[in-house]
């Protein structure tokens, strides 16, 4: 939350956290659909973050190592 004296102008953001297993197809459908929005996927270590959005994706990697592992792709 932001806090502005003015709660017409305070800004919210709820965190939801859910561990899967097994097929996200359905997720990832959803985001390129837009009908969900804010997620974010990583590993249990944290170490490698994957931003899906309706648009494409953005990729955190811990190291610039790991960064330069990851051929880049354009379409």
């Known amino acids: 939350m932001e806090d502005d004296p003015d709660p017409a102008f305070r800004t919210y953001c709820h ?24 997620v974010l996927i990583t590993d249990t270590r944290m170490q490698r973050i994957h ?7 953005d990729v955190f990697l ?11 792709r354009s379409t």
Do not use: N, Q
């Not at 965190?15 to 097994?22: D, K, V, Y």
């Open 15 to 38: 965190l939801f956290a859910s561990r899967r297993r097994g097929c996200i197809d359905g997720l990832l459908r959803d985001i390129a659909d837009d009908k969900v929005a804010g």
């Open 51 to 57: 931003h899906p959005y309706d648009g494409g994706a």
């Open 62 to 72: 811990a190291t610039s190592e790991d960064r330069d592992r990851v051929p880049a």
